[in-house]
DNA sequence: ATGTCGGCCTTTGGCCGA
């Protein structure tokens, strides 16, 4: 079982990325974020000719998220459970059910616009997706939240000089609270497979931040305990940002056993 | 060196968000 998350940024710039990475790589679930657009302007044609069945949670201009899959499924949520106030109104959240999972997609905000209102919000997401994470535990479920989560856990998880002192990316309070959700019991794919080092899904398009590595480790896949049994591989594709007019943001891409 | 993208309105440039 394939699974990966990919913030496309604006889906209708990089539908030929996506469909030649699909077939690349033959992910069986594949989320994305910042779709950009409503939800009929998704295309969706291309992806379900390749065997892709979409689901889209969009909106005007910003946010948005989809769940493209090749093994049936059932989408369970829409918007994040228990979650009030402006960003709730927001494209952030789709939740599915597939093979015996439930897979959570996410879109966080990033919480350095819209001021002390605006970061209170990323917290308040955080805060709702801790509470769905206890939920489906006290459910005894398999589940996997993946998705574009800015945050940046650990000093490891970005470049020096890539962010500010002060950015939402890694105020202590969002890195607690990033904290307290894996520390329900959750696995963080790509740490469980890549302990220590530089290990980015983000670079900047500003100041050749790709040649210089200076990158973030922002995009990530949490695991219920069961599910992490069955990690086997966990990798950013860096190849993607290479392309002609890539996002800023690269797959990851998860493996399961059976 | 406030540097680059994407979307959209205020629409052929400026604004916001990232």
Redesign the pocket.
Same mark, same amino acid.
Do not use: L, M, T, V
């Given at each position: 079982m394939r699974l990966a998350t990919w !913030?496309v @940024?604006?889906?209708?710039?990089?539908e030929r990325h996506v469909a030649a990475w699909l077939a690349r790589v033959q992910p069986d679930v594949l989320f994305l974020q910042?779709i950009?657009?409503?939800e009929p /302007?998704f295309p969706r044609a291309g992806f379900e000719a390749a065997g892709y069945s979409c689901a889209v949670v969009g909106q005007?201009? =910003? !946010?948005g998220v989809a769940v493209l899959a090749r093994v049936p499924f059932e989408v369970i949520h829409t918007a994040l459970p228990g979650l009030d106030g402006d960003v709730a109104a927001q494209a952030r959240y789709i939740e599915i059910e597939a093979a015996g999972m439930v897979l959570i997609g996410i879109y966080l *905000? @990033?919480? !350095?616009?819209?001021g002390e209102a605006?970061y209170q919000g990323k917290l308040a997401f955080m805060a709702a997706l801790k509470a769905r994470a206890e939920a489906l535990l006290a459910a005894d479920r398999d589940f996997a939240i993946l998705g574009?989560w @800015?945050v940046a856990p650990t000093d490891d998880d970005y470049a020096k000089g890539a962010l500010s002192a002060g950015d939402a990316l890694i105020r202590p309070q969002t890195r607690a609270a990033y904290r307290s959700i894996v520390w329900l019991g959750l696995t963080d794919a790509l740490r469980a497979v890549h302990p220590t080092g530089k290990l980015y899904t983000f670079w /900047? =398009?500003?100041?050749?931040c790709f040649q210089r590595d200076c990158g973030l480790r922002i995009d990530h896949a949490l695991l219920s305990p069961q599910l992490a049994e069955r990690l086997l591989t966990a990798e950013p594709d860096r190849r993607e940002r290479g392309e002609e007019? *890539?996002? /800023?943001h690269v797959p990851v891409v998860i493996d399961l056993a059976a």
């Open positions: !913030n @940024n604006s889906i209708r710039q990089r910042e950009k657009c409503q /302007d005007k201009s =910003y !946010n *905000p @990033n919480g !350095n616009s819209g605006g574009d @800015n /900047d =398009y500003q100041s050749a007019q *890539p996002s /800023d």
